[in-house]
């Protein structure tokens, strides 16, 4: 058959155009949305650390784009999806998501995948000194600072105070730490819920303008059988002196925050950020960012996950024989 100019033309150019596409969507595939949180917290920390690594800024064939959200749910939902390739959920999430078993959310994120252990966040509670509030239980009727709709702070505010029958009975706000702690310090709030590592700024904050105690969470959650339905949580205790006035420990309760990945992801680059991050250098750089990070190390890797791994990060931890 003969193919005239016109047709050879047109033909040609469809190649070049299937041929550009091609290009363009393996260099998209390598630009990397890593989903944070909101300005100020720790989970956007995480993000901008990885991103303004010098040795991850420096791959030729991977760029990492640090993008804020709302916190863990957003996080998981998102990954799962694929509008961010990683991201920062609370193993707790990635556990009910995968399950089906989220609040309201009967969705399975099952293309939310395990890469890496990052730091616990305990649960704290903060009220004020003399108030009565001894217990969860007695927030009935009390103005309470839950976190940021969205927020895993929200989230586990709900599932906790749910299990022990308080939510709906509470006057909650939804709001950010700071905000919190502001509206507490204005007598606002009796109380309000973090979910993050400690030393808190927010609570910091607090304890400046009022005189604080914490709840003891530990014991609520023991008592009412929160550790056997939710076993992914686990016991520590917030030193004594940890904020000013505190002058004991307060046993609680903490979750395990995760870098999770696409499932779809290639396990090759996963493997490599993460060998580049996990370095003495690496690490170095990640504690220069927030004491908060002093746990992540090598041994660590795999703490708190009960979740499947990313093809990727489970052949990283078990060449580092940790797995």
């Known amino acids: 058959m003969k193919i005239t100019r016109k047709e050879f033309i047109v033909g040609s ?38 991103q303004t690594y010098g040795p991850i800024k420096a791959m030729e064939d991977v760029t990492i784009k640090a993008q804020s959200s709302a916190g863990s749910v957003e996080n998981l939902r ?10 920062v959920v609370y193993s707790g999430h990635v556990f009910q998501g995968r399950e089906g078993i989220l609040k309201n959310d009967p969705n399975k994120y099952e293309d939310v995948m395990a890469v890496a252990f990052l730091y616990g966040a305990p649960a704290q509670l903060i009220v004020r000194k003399g108030s009565g509030i001894k217990s969860v ?4 009727g009390k103005r309470v600072g839950v976190g940021n709709a969205g927020s895993g702070a929200f989230a586990n505010c709900e599932l906790f105070f749910t299990h022990m029958g308080v939510w709906d009975k509470i006057e909650r706000n939804a709001m ?9 310090g204005n007598n606002q709030l009796d109380a309000f819920w973090l979910f993050t590592a400690f030393p808190s700024g927010a609570v910091i904050m607090a304890a400046q303008t009022n005189e604080i105690e914490m709840i003891d969470l530990a014991k609520d959650a023991e008592e009412s059988g929160f550790f056997a ?29 995760l870098w999770v990945a696409n499932s779809k992801v290639d396990a090759d680059t996963v493997q490599k950020v993460l060998a580049t991050i996990y370095t003495d ?43």
Do not use: C
Not at 34 to 49: D, L, S
Not at 137 to 140: N, S
């Open 13 to 50: 150019a469809a190649a070049l155009g299937l041929s550009a596409f091609g290009v363009g969507t393996a260099q998209a595939a390598k630009r990397l949305v890593f989903g944070g949180g909101p300005a100020g917290g720790t989970f956007q920390v995480v993000a901008n650390a990885i």
């Open 78 to 87: 998102k990954v799962n999806q694929g509008k961010s390739h990683f991201g």
């Open 137 to 140: 239980k007695d927030l009935e």
């Open 176 to 184: 950010g730490y700071n905000d919190a702690a502001q509206a507490f």
């Open 229 to 257: 339905k939710y076993p992914y949580f686990s016991k520590l205790s917030v030193p004594a002196g940890t904020y000013k006035g505190v002058d004991t420990d307060t046993p609680s309760f903490q979750d395990a925050a």
């Open 281 to 323: 250098e690496g690490l170095a750089h990640m504690l220069s960012q927030k004491k908060t990070f002093k746990n992540m190390s090598i041994q660590t890797g795999p703490t708190g996950v009960v979740t499947p791994f990313h093809p990727g990060a489970e052949k990283f931890w078990k060449e580092k024989g940790v797995m």
